[in-house]
């Protein structure tokens, strides 16, 4: 969204919309004005500068959509740049809700830059020990270039199971 007001209102208008700003340019009559960048998620995404469009895809070794003891699962990010910017230093994150038991995973990508409607992708591993209990695993992923969030975050969701039987 790009909004031309004087510099009294900038302050009220920043405040109220909790966005960067990206303030430039002079009037004809020398009086500064702003130009308001909004990346806001209440923004609709086809007024948004900086916008990434993303899927998830989870998938482990047996195909019975939950990770057994020692499989390792592939959750797999896919990221398009849908903004109307280039984007530099792009980082994907995967945030437990809950504290995984036996599960180690990595929980950041360095994805870098993502030309405007280019696409990327960030993998994350999951591998559950010869002992992980069944549970019910939840991640928020989140996704920031330098300037802070491009996407709204999304919930993925997968299980592990437990041992059964005389192992």
């Known amino acids: 969204m790009r909004l ?3 510099l009294c209102g900038m302050a009220i208008l920043a405040a109220s919309m909790g966005v960067a700003q990206k303030v430039s340019g002079r009037s004809p009559s020398g009086v500064l004005n702003v ?4 990346d806001s998620v209440s923004t609709p995404s086809t007024l948004r500068v900086r916008n990434v469009s993303f899927d998830t895809e989870f998938s ?4 019975n959509n939950a990770l057994d003891p020692k499989e390792t699962g592939r959750l797999r990010v ?3 740049n849908s903004g109307k910017i280039s984007l530099r230093n792009v980082v994907v994150r995967v945030i437990p809700l809950a ?3 036996g599960v180690t995973y990595n929980d950041s990508i360095t994805v870098g830059d993502i030309p405007v409607n280019a696409t ?5 591993y999951f591998t559950a020990s010869s002992n992980v209990p069944s549970q019910i695993l939840t991640f928020q992923i989140d ?5 802070g969030g491009v996407a709204d975050s999304r919930l993925v ?5 437990e041992r059964r039987g005389g192992g």
């Open 143 to 147: 996704i920031h270039d330098s300037l």
């Open 99 to 101: 504290t995984p038991t």
């Open 35 to 38: 130009v308001v960048q909004s």
């Open 120 to 124: 990327r992708y960030a993998i994350f």
């Open 157 to 161: 969701t997968f299980l592990t199971r």
């Open 78 to 80: 896919v990221l398009t």
């Open 60 to 63: 482990e070794p047996s195909g």
């Open 4 to 6: 031309l007001i004087g």
